[in-house]
């Protein structure tokens, strides 16, 4: 048998893992939400609707990015980082829509993404290359990590993960700060703490290839 073939079922566990998680984060918003007590649910120009459109689309392309990367190499420590971030973004994800749907909101919002922070994005931020939002990796970066191999791609990834991750955080803590659902203070709080954890073990591991922390 080859190693291609070897490989074969593994390579689909991070799909049949984020479809897991996605059932789970349904579950348990459904859980949480039911316990919450009566009140006004957010409208749509609120910071938590804010947060949960645009942490979404954060999330999804850290996904992709993890995707990416589990196909370049085939190093286990940098494949099972993916893989956890695969799941636990999912995961959050898929209750962020969920928080949204609850809330009769749509996903998509004509608002600049972040005002909901304060953030003018024509003076902070200038969205280029598909990258909407600070810490997000351009369509060039993506490309460069599909044609990348091995440590190459290790640190590519880990390098673009970490300058995402740091952005993240910010949003999370902006929704600490600005936002009025409990439900949406402690998903954020976790994601701040889950985040900067998984930084300081990708600038470990960027040290162990002999890479910074930076792009």
Known sequence: MTDAARRG????LPYAGAALALCLAVLALV????SRADGADPDAGSADAGFARDMAVHHQQAVELSFIVRERTDD???????YDIINTQANQRGMLL???E????PKSSQRPPMAWMGHDMDTDYEPRDGALMPGMATDTELDRLRKAKGKDAEVLFLELMTEHHRAGVDMAQGAVDL?????????AQGMVRGQRSEMKLMADMLAARGAGSGR
């Not at 286990?76 to 993916?82: F, G, I, M, Q």
Request: proline share 6%.
């Open 179 to 187: 936002a009025d659902d409990p439900l949406t203070v402690r998903l």
């Open 76 to 82: 286990e420590e940098v494949r099972r980082l993916a």
């Open 98 to 100: 969920g928080q949204l």
């Open 102 to 105: 609850a809330w009769g909101l």
């Open 9 to 12: 079922p593994a390579r689909w």
């Open 31 to 34: 859980a949480m939400t039911a």
